[in-house]
C-alpha cells in the first residue's frame, strides 16, 4: 500500500466540494440580485446545514468552507491510520503529535 | 458593514488566479498577494481580509498538494516530520501576539524582512545549484528516512536526494509557524528556503513540500476566524474558486519549469517580500 494516492484523493475530493459548494452559493447570490441581506451572522454547524438546506447563498458557502478547512485534518488523520497499519511506530508517534496539537488549536482556539 | 458588490467580487475572483498559480509554484499560502489587494485595493478591514486570506490558503494549499502528492514530488514523511514544528509554532505564536503588538510587532517585520534578505542573497549565490549532490543524512533524516526522490518532468531526470540537518530545518520550522501565527504570512516564505538552503533539499520538491504542510496550520488559523464571524462568504467564494483555478495553472508551469529558474524566480520573489516587510515595519513604527 502506498500513502500517496490516498492522500491525493482526500485532498483533491476536499478542494473540489468547497469550490463547487462556494460556486453554487455564488451563483444563488447573483441570481437573487446580488443581494446579501439574507447572510448568516451566526455560524455554527447547526446553522449552515438549516441555511444551506433552504438554499441560503451564505450557508452554501459557508457549508463549502467548513469542508475545506476539514480536508487537511482528514488528510493528517488518514496519514495515522495509515502509518498504524503499516505498524510504523515513530510516524505513527509524529503524526499523532500533529494531529492532538492541531485538534487542540482547533478547539481550543488559540491559534489566531 | 462590508458591502461587497458583483464587480468586487470578479476582481477578487481575477485576483485570486494569480496568488494561486504563484502559491502553487512557489510553495506558499498565497495571503502575502491577497491580504494587500483587499485591504489597500477592496477597501476591506484587516481582519475580514485575513479571515478570507486563510481559507483561501487551505484552497491553495490542498488543490496544489493534491497535483504534486500524485506526482510524488512532495516528500510526505519529511512534511509530517515538519508539521511538528510548524504546528506547534503556531500554537506558541498565538500564546505570545499579545506581546507582539504596536512596536515589537513592527519590529519583528524589520527583523523577518532583515532575515529574508539573507535567504534571497544566499539563493542567489547558490542559484547555478539546485542542491548540491551527494549529501550525507544527519542521524535523526536517517532513522526517520527522510531521504526522497521525485521525477523531474522538465528535466527528464529522476532526481535523488538525502535530507541533511534535520533537527535545525525542525527548529526552524517551529520559528516559521511563530512567525506565520504572529505575522499572519510567513509560512511557506520560511519554509521553503530552510529545506532547499539548511536541509538541501531540491527547490521542487522543497515547495511541493511546503505547499502540503502550510493546509494543516491554515486551516487551523482559518477556523478561528471563521468561528468568530471574521469570514466574509462573498469574500471567500471568489477567492476559494480563483485560487484553485490558479494552482492547476501553477501545478502544470511546475512540471515545465526547470529547478534552477524556480530557484532564481523563488529568489527575487523573496526580495520583493522582504521590502514589502521591511517597509510595513517602518510605517508601523511610526
Not at chain 2, 535545525?168 to 505575522?183: F, M, N
Not at chain 2, 532547499?196 to 513540500?209: E, F, H
Amino acid at each position: 500500500m502506498d500513502l500517496n494516492l490516498p492522500v491525493a484523493y482526500t485532498l483533491r475530493v476536499g478542494v473540489a466540494i468547497g469550490a463547487a459548494l462556494a460556486a453554487i452559493g455564488l451563483g444563488i447570490w447573483a441570481a437573487q440580485g446580488f443581494d446579501s441581506s439574507t447572510a448568516l451572522s451566526n455560524y455554527t454547524l447547526g446553522n449552515i446545514l438549516e441555511a444551506a438546506l433552504t438554499g441560503n447563498a451564505s450557508g452554501i458557502v459557508y457549508l463549502g468552507i467548513v469542508v475545506l478547512i476539514a480536508t487537511p485534518v482528514v488528510r493528517v488523520m488518514l496519514s495515522l491510520v495509515y502509518f498504524f497499519a503499516e505498524k510504523d511506530v515513530k510516524y505513527v508517534g509524529i503524526t499523532a503529535v500533529v494531529l492532538a496539537m492541531l485538534l487542540f488549536a482547533l478547539f481550543s482556539g488559540r491559534i489566531a | 458593514m462590508l458591502i461587497v458588490t458583483g464587480v468586487m467580487v470578479l476582481e477578487i475572483f481575477l485576483v485570486s488566479i494569480f496568488a494561486g498559480l504563484v502559491g502553487a509554484l512557489f510553495g506558499l499560502g498565497g495571503g502575502i498577494i491577497i491580504i494587500p489587494f483587499l485591504t489597500l485595493v477592496e477597501g476591506v478591514p484587516v481582519q475580514l481580509a485575513v479571515g478570507a486570506s486563510l481559507v483561501s490558503v487551505v484552497a491553495t494549499s490542498s488543490s496544489s498538494a493534491a497535483t504534486y502528492v500524485h506526482d510524488r514530488l512532495t516528500n510526505l514523511r519529511l512534511g509530517m516530520f515538519l508539521e511538528i514544528g510548524t504546528v506547534a509554532g503556531a500554537i506558541t505564536g498565538a500564546f505570545l501576539a499579545g506581546f507582539f503588538q504596536g512596536p515589537n510587532q513592527a519590529i519583528l517585520f524589520i527583523l523577518f524582512g532583515a532575515l529574508l534578505v539573507y535567504a534571497a542573497a544566499v539563493m542567489l549565490a547558490g542559484r547555478k545549484q539546485d542542491s548540491p549532490p551527494a549529501v550525507q543524512p544527519d542521524g535523526l533524516a536517517s532513522t526517520l528516512k527522510l531521504s526522497g526522490d521525485y521525477p523531474d518532468s522538465a528535466t527528464g531526470v529522476r532526481t535523488e536526494y538525502s535530507v541533511s540537518r534535520a533537527p535545525h530545518t525542525l527548529g526552524l520550522s517551529y520559528i516559521a509557524g511563530i512567525v506565520s501565527a504572529l505575522l499572519g504570512v510567513g509560512g511557506g516564505i520560511i519554509q521553503v528556503p530552510t529545506m532547499n538552503l539548511v536541509s538541501k533539499v531540491p527547490m521542487k520538491a522543497a515547495s511541493a513540500t511546503s505547499n502540503f504542510m502550510i493546509g494543516v496550520t491554515a486551516a487551523a488559523s482559518a477556523s478561528v476566524y471563521f468561528l468568530r464571524g471574521q469570514v466574509d462568504f462573498l469574500l471567500a467564494a471568489p477567492l476559494m474558486i480563483g485560487v484553485i483555478a490558479g494552482a492547476s495553472i501553477g501545478t502544470r508551469l511546475m512540471r515545465s519549469t526547470p529547478p534552477l529558474r524556480i530557484k532564481l524566480l523563488f529568489a527575487i520573489l523573496l526580495l520583493v517580500i522582504a521590502a514589502d516587510m521591511i517597509l510595513q515595519g517602518v510605517t508601523r513604527y511610526r
